[in-house]
Nanobody
Framework: QVQLVESGGGLVQPGGSLRLSCAAS????????MGWYRQVPGKQRQLVAT???????NYADSVKGRFTISRDNAKNTVYLQMNSLKPEDAAVYTC???????????????WGQGTQVTVSS
């Protein structure tokens, strides 16, 4: 079993910053790409940012220049630094990781439970 646990969500004023963390634990042989997604009620889940195991990153156009994704491979953790937050950034943010649980196993996608980010004055 692999678990992803997010932390760092909360309420922030427009223009403020938050840092989300997502730690993977359990049976982990290797972690590939990790990423953050967000969803608001009534809309489809949207990719926010991804980071490959080697460190290359990809961002949604709406967050480029404001959000930074990073990872600590020693801690099996991915981070999302969110700056200059806007009301439209408010959503449930969920982390994702592609994990090989044991040697010889397949790469599988795992998801966290989500953390709420509210941007409001």
């Amino acid at each position: 079993q692999v678990q992803l646990v997010e932390s760092g969500g909360g309420l922030v004023q427009p223009g403020g910053s938050l840092r989300l963390s997502c730690a993977a634990s359990g049976s982990i042989f290797r972690i590939g790409a990790m990423g953050w997604y967000r969803q608001v009620p009534g809309k489809q889940r949207q990719l926010v940012a991804t980071i490959a195991s080697g460190g290359s990153t990809n961002y949604a156009d709406s967050v480029k220049g404001r959000f930074t994704i990073s990872r600590d491979n020693a801690k099996n953790t991915v981070y999302l630094q969110m700056n200059s937050l806007k009301p439209e950034d408010a959503a449930v943010y969920t982390c994702n990781a592609y994990v090989v649980p044991t040697p010889g196993d397949y790469l599988r996608a795992y998801w966290g439970q989500g953390t709420q980010v509210t941007v409001s004055s």
